[in-house]
């Protein structure tokens, strides 16, 4: 909430430096290794292309740990994410892909808002604040890039993000 709550202020604080994209890729998905296992999910790399991008380390990794988690979160046991990245035109484009249930069409446009869940009722199987989303759009804005995803129900999903491998972020 803190996080938030300063980005929204225009307060919170980014460190761009050079960042290789296979590096921070290992890294995370390193990090995010006993949560999978204790998921019985696999987490692995798809497709990641060496590149060098200007970001902030701690923010780049903490969107990623995001949706690496997220992903994690709604796998069936057994299952892997797949973490890839290419290099377009004027950015990095960033992926996580899941095998869970996917999400409708409807649902998407809440997904990157404050306090959203697909599930808000007190049943729910998984457990988080509903801001993971929302901080991963801000920072990803923040750093002049852009946030999405393309699912549908039954479908697992591909959570991405893309960055401008020029400086052309608006970084403050």
Known sequence: ILDLRKIEAGKLDIHPAPINTLEIARETIAACIGLAQEASVSVVMGELVDATINADPDRITQVLTNLISNA????????SVIVSGIKKEHCYHFAVTDRGP???SKDQGRLFGKFQQLDSTDTR????????LAISKALVEQHGGRIGVESSAGN???FWFELPLES?????
């Open 72 to 79: 994690i979160k709604f796998s069936p046991a057994g299952s």
């Open 102 to 104: 996917g999400i409708s």
């Open 125 to 132: 199987s998984r457990g988080g604040s509903g801001l993971g």
């Open 156 to 158: 697992g999903s591909t």
């Open 168 to 172: 052309e972020a608006s970084l403050a």
